[in-house]
DNA sequence: GCCAACGTTGGC
DNA sequence: GCCAACGTTGGC
């Protein structure tokens, strides 16, 4: 089994969203890059967690633990023309764009924020606090899981 | 297939 | 709101 991140804009969809949500399970969808789109489509695999982290707001950070319950399959935003996602170039036909689907497993007590884990030596090599790394899908280590959950435990 | 221009992301 | 980083587009 493998690990995730998966980013969105609280503004737009947040924790607290996805705690309110039918079965408190959504569709990740909108997803319009291709290396992220490999990963919805290929490599997630039902079972797999995924921190649910918040960017483009105040306190930028990791809000909580979701679980793939749905594996890649076509996203349907990208067919509907008054959709903020729509994408012309993908037909039901030849799918472009994939989503997967996620349920909360756990909304952690308090956000751990991005400059937290900055401030942690043992994180220096994550994905997600590398330079210049804008992907909204992230693969996170084993070992990056285990200390980064250990955090959350021991505030 | 190159690459300049442009758009988007996202922390600060 | 700024700006660095990076993906995408489109002319050639």
């Known amino acids: 089994m493998s690990y995730w991140l998966l980013k969105t804009e609280p503004e737009t969809f947040g924790i607290d969203n996805l705690v309110k949500a039918k079965n408190q399970t959504t569709m990740w969808e909108g997803v319009r ?37 749905r594996e890649g399959y076509p996203d349907e ?54 330079k210049g790394n804008r992907l909204s899908v992230l693969p996170v280590s084993q070992q990056e899981w285990r200390i980064i959950t250990k955090m959350v435990k021991a505030k």
């Open 77 to 130: 935003t990208a067919f509907d023309s008054t959709s903020d996602y729509y994408d012309p170039k993908s037909t039901s036909n030849n799918p472009r764009w994939y989503r997967v689907d996620v349920k909360l497993v756990e909304k952690f007590k308090q956000l751990m924020p991005l400059h937290a884990l900055r401030a942690n030596p043992s994180l220096t090599e994550m994905k997600l606090l590398q």
């Open 33 to 69: 890059n291709y290396q992220a789109r490999n990963f919805l489509q290929k490599e997630m695999k039902k079972g797999d967690l995924a921190f649910f982290y918040h960017s483009s707001c105040e306190v930028p950070g990791i809000a909580g633990i979701v679980e793939i319950v």
